[in-house]
């Protein structure tokens, strides 16, 4: 059954008015204008409501309903519960754990984690495993980020040896051709 229109006194219009005009949320905006509209005396249809703020007739009943039992509040929107997350907080503390610590000392023979050996180790100690992407959600949401590594020879060279072949390039390269001759 429909919501019937609404009868407004001078403070509830004032306290619609004034959360419309300091809401950044255009739904909660849209919710205190139907509301408004609403009143018995501007005297419009459901269907103009609707009609004129772009949302439905189940929209403009829905906002009405909510406004009866809740109030003001009833305007604000409700994020929906959904589904809770797999990464529980036992799952999180070992992905902390497990990123403060070098793969290394785990006995893996390599020493940056990527995404899927990250995911691969987590579970194996945990026995929940996720989806690469997902693992970046919940690694972005616990405040890391992922970035590939560089990889360079550093600290695996002859630093002397580099140093000595670098300066032998930089003279080669800035040593003159010889003459030049010009033809007429």
């Given at each position: 059954m429909a919501a019937a229109a609404l009868k407004l006194t001078r403070q509830q219009?004032?306290?619609?008015d004034a959360v419309r005009f300091s809401t950044t949320d255009k739904r909660v905006f849209r919710n205190a204008t139907i509301i408004l509209m609403s009143d018995v005396?501007?005297?419009?249809?459901?269907?103009s409501i609707a009609h004129d703020l772009g949302c439905s007739i189940g929209t403009v009943d829905f906002v009405r309903s909510r406004y009866r039992r809740e109030?003001?509040?009833?305007?604000?929107?409700?994020?929906?519960?959904?589904?809770?997350?797999?990464?529980?907080?036992?799952?999180?503390?070992e992905l902390h754990s497990a990123l403060t610590t070098s793969p290394l000392d785990f006995g893996y023979g390599f020493s940056v984690w990527s995404i899927a050996r990250l995911n691969a180790h987590l579970q194996k100690t945990t026995g929940i495993s996720f989806s690469e992407d997902q693992l970046s959600r919940v690694l972005h949401a616990e405040g890391y980020s992922y970035q590939r590594p560089k990889h360079t020879m550093k600290g695996k060279r002859d630093e002397a040896a580099y140093t000595k072949a670098a300066a032998e390039l930089d003279g080669l390269k800035k040593k003159p051709c010889g003459p030049t001759r010009v033809s007429s």
């Open positions: 219009w004032n306290e619609l005396d501007v005297g419009r249809t459901k269907a109030g003001i509040s009833g305007l604000q929107t409700k994020k929906p519960t959904g589904r809770p997350s797999r990464a529980t907080d036992d799952y999180r503390a």
